[in-house]
């Protein structure tokens, strides 16, 4: 799991950014993160937020299917309006 620390419903997006990794240290790191690991590296910020706001230039999402280019985009999680199907 990418974020094994993640709970799908307790209205929270877990956020996770994996700083430059030297090359070098990829192949470790690709093994850590299939392990579940990820939230042990040094180069990993994990935070927790209710509403997401983030600006690029050139940034694509998926919505409902379609690929749209954006500058930004602000995502909120609104409690009970989505349904995951998990193992």
Do not use: W
Not at 54 to 76: L, W
Request: aromatic fraction near 4%; glycine fraction near 4%; include cysteine.
């Amino acid at each position: 799991a990418m974020c094994p620390e993640a709970v799908t419903d307790d209205g929270y997006f877990d956020i996770v950014i994996v700083k430059k990794i030297r090359k070098l240290m990829m192949p470790v790191r690709l093994v850590q993160l299939l392990q579940g690991k990820v939230l042990q590296f040094k180069e990993t910020v994990h935070c927790r937020a209710k509403k997401i706001y983030m600006k690029s230039p050139n940034m694509r999402a998926n919505v409902d299917g379609e690929i749209i280019s954006m500058m930004d985009a602000t995502v909120q999680l609104i409690p009970g309006n989505i349904l995951i199907h998990r193992p």
